[in-house]
């Protein structure tokens, strides 16, 4: 899908250079680029992917390993339902 964009003349003369450095076309080095930002920017971090299992865990004052494993065990119980019912 065509897409245009506009650069800046340096950041223009930047990607000319590296395009004839490396041989690579300015489309493969803008997609690569934005692919790297999306990958770094983009993608949940390690909090949000555990987040659910982070609250479980509350605190943790007055709350065992066997009162969290417990929690975790029921959370992962409904996830599992949850998933199963929406194949």
């Known amino acids: 899908m065509p897409l245009s964009l ?29 692919r790297e930002f999306l990958d770094a920017q983009a993608s949940p971090t390690p909090y949000e992917l555990g987040k659910d299992v982070f609250e479980l865990t509350g605190s943790g ?16 119980k409904a996830r599992h339902e949850r998933a199963k019912d929406s194949r």
């Open 6 to 34: 506009r650069l800046r003349p340096d950041l223009e003369q930047r990607i000319a250079e590296y395009c004839a450095r490396t041989g690579m076309s300015k489309s493969a080095v803008i997609v690569r680029g934005v």
């Open 61 to 76: 004052k007055g709350d065992s390993a066997r009162t969290v494993r417990q929690r975790f065990r029921s959370y992962a």
